[in-house]
């Protein structure tokens, strides 16, 4: 999630929803050295963020 200090806000069928900062999310897309598509699109995404905007919602999904 590049934020170590992104947090759990809520819980949606089997997936978590996480709260990141912007700021440092941006910070880490732009020091991640590895490529993957997944990696590729988030890039795309990340070009439209603003480091001072709004937080940043993930949902993650966990194999248990």
């Given at each position: 999630m590049f934020d170590p200090k992104a947090f759990p806000v809520g819980v949606i069928?089997?997936?978590?929803?996480?709260k990141a900062n912007p700021q440092n999310v941006l910070?880490?897309?732009?020091?991640?050295?590895?490529?993957?598509?997944?990696?590729?699109?988030?890039?795309?995404?990340?070009?439209?963020?603003?480091?001072e905007g709004n937080p940043v919602l993930f949902m993650v999904e966990f194999n248990f």
């Open positions: 069928g089997n997936k978590f929803v996480f910070a880490g897309i732009e020091s991640y050295r590895g490529t993957s598509n997944h990696f590729e699109k988030l890039k795309k995404l990340g070009a439209n963020m603003e480091k």
